[in-house]
């Protein structure tokens, strides 16, 4: 008679481990699909709608995850709270991210709800939970010095402990010192606000109040966690997925949020083996927007555009430099004497390149705001009209990135705090206090501008010599 085996006794091929684990490995890939990724995402977008309906007040994605759980007609703006500055240990304001375009609307409508989601897990973002607290924390004392009763901490107690608390509190005396620093203009932005701002926490678990809910007391930052919290694997979940939004470079094939929105219907009928094919074609056939934004004044005379410029051509009273993500040989950059084409590639050796571009950037910028005397005779000088005022277009594939750090390294070099145009260029010498209150200026004029950390350390490294 056959004798029953111990489990212990069991031994299992090599060849079928590796089986096992490859198996394991195709069901994970399976439940991560883009199709339950899209799925996911358009399920926590109509609890954000209950949201917005429960609270009554204007949707702000957190960007770079909350756009996708918003439709794009019922976004009304954008904020940059990282989960970084929440950290355990970090808790930093972080003074590049200001995010002070949102007291605008939080004073008009009593209120925001800010939307981001999180990884599985959690219960909530560290941007929700810690960066966005602190946030309220500092400005409420900025903005209202001598009322202590607003200057209290307020973080979510089952996502932060009294200990977590404290320490975040202790640091808020040093972020406020940081803020002051920046000399922004508080009366301007005290006359945003009629009461001070205090967050509120709503997840999928909580139970939304009745619709337009007035806080007598305070404006309500409303903090929405959009994803479902998921303590164990995605195959016991039927294919959701908590904070599918993420990590887009890994899974969107170059989809964004408004093409998503704008195709969803088609993008969730169509089966799996079939998705990549169509985002692909949806990414490349996508209807450039005719109405493309046109650039930005972050200064002065200076402004900031992506390319393809909209517009009319610039006229020879406009410096433009533009920056195009292949690297060029710098001997064929200046194509005129308004006219600079930049290649200095993509991502981040283009940041680093642009550490040895600045020279060049900057040498040509001077020489057009002031050029040297020339013999040649008012009628046939092919210059900048004296009687138009003269101006600074800079542009990159975003508008956002290269274009502003190099706007920032010209601000410093050739203007004052007051805007004024320097007589003399220093080669080097700046501060880290000087180029955080110029960059704190761009930021307040320009929210959406996101220059990467390579960036701004070139530039830093430019400025400061």
């Known amino acids: 008679m056959a004798t029953a085996t111990a489990t212990s006794e069991l031994?299992?091929?090599?060849?079928?481990?590796?089986?096992?684990?490859?198996?394991?490995?195709?069901?994970?890939?399976?439940?991560?699909s883009i199709t339950n990724r899209l799925r996911?995402?358009?399920?926590?977008?109509?609890?954000?709608?209950?949201?917005?309906?429960?609270?009554?007040?204007?949707?702000?994605?957190?960007?770079?995850?909350?756009?996708?759980?918003?439709t794009p007609d019922n976004k009304a703006g954008s904020a940059y709270f990282k989960s970084t500055d929440g950290h355990t240990g970090q808790w930093r304001f972080s003074t590049r991210r200001l995010n002070l375009n949102l007291l605008g609307i939080i004073g008009a409508n009593d209120g925001c709800v800010i939307v981001d989601s999180t990884r599985r897990g959690k219960r909530m973002p560290d941007a929700l939970s810690k960066t966005v607290p602190i946030w309220c924390c500092v400005l409420n004392r900025v903005l209202f010095p001598e009322t202590p009763a607003?200057?209290?901490?307020?973080?979510?107690?089952?996502?932060?402990?009294?200990?977590?608390?404290?320490?975040?509190?202790a640091r808020i005396p040093e972020h406020v010192a940081s803020l002051k620093e920046l000399s922004i203009n508080v009366h301007d932005l005290r006359r945003e606000l009629k009461k001070p701002l205090r967050p509120i926490w709503v997840t999928q678990e909580s139970q939304l109040l009745p619709t337009n809910h007035v806080f007598d007391d305070f404006h309500p930052v409303i903090c929405c966690t959009s994803s479902r919290r998921v303590l164990g694997g995605e195959m016991s979940e039927g294919g959701y997925i908590q904070g599918a939004g993420d990590d887009t470079e890994n899974w969107a094939l170059g989809l964004t949020p408004p093409l998503f929105w704008r195709h969803a219907d088609i993008l969730l009928s169509t089966p799996e083996a079939d998705l990549p094919d169509l985002v692909r074609s949806l990414v490349l056939n996508q209807v450039a927007d005719i109405n493309a934004p046109a650039p930005?004044?972050?200064?002065?005379?200076?402004?900031?555009?992506?390319l393809p410029l909209a517009g009319p051509p610039a006229s020879s009273s406009t410096c433009t430099i533009v920056i195009y993500s292949k690297t060029t040989d710098p001997s064929t950059w200046v194509k005129s004497p308004s006219l600079m084409e930049v290649g200095l590639g993509r991502h981040k050796i283009a940041s680093r390149n642009l550490r040895l571009a600045l020279p060049n950037i900057n040498n040509f910028v001077r020489q057009f705001l002031v050029p040297k005397p020339r013999p040649t005779p008012p009628s046939e000088d092919l210059g900048a009209n004296p009687s138009e005022p003269r101006r600074i277009l800079i542009a990159c594939d975003t508008g956002k990135d290269l274009s502003v750090g190099i706007?920032?390294?010209?601000l410093c070099q050739n203007f004052d705090s007051?805007?004024?145009?320097?007589p003399d260029v220093q080669p080097s010498g700046h501060t880290k206090s000087d180029i955080r209150i110029k960059l704190s200026r761009i930021m307040t004029a320009f929210p959406e501008a996101n220059p990467s950390r390579a960036t701004l350390q070139s530039v830093n490294s430019y400025l400061m010599g």
Request: with cysteine; net charge negative.
């Open 11 to 32: 031994v299992f091929s090599p060849q079928a481990n590796h089986n096992f684990s490859r198996i394991l490995s195709d069901l994970k890939r399976s439940n991560l």
């Open 40 to 70: 996911s995402i358009r399920e926590d977008a109509d609890f954000v709608s209950e949201v917005a309906t429960a609270f009554a007040r204007p949707l702000i994605a957190n960007e770079r995850c909350g756009s996708w759980y918003i």
């Open 150 to 169: 607003f200057h209290e901490l307020y973080t979510p107690p089952n996502a932060v402990s009294q200990s977590e608390h404290a320490q975040m509190e």
């Open 296 to 306: 930005r004044e972050i200064a002065p005379s200076l402004f900031v555009g992506c």
């Open 407 to 410: 706007a920032l390294a010209l």
């Open 418 to 422: 007051e805007g004024n145009l320097k």
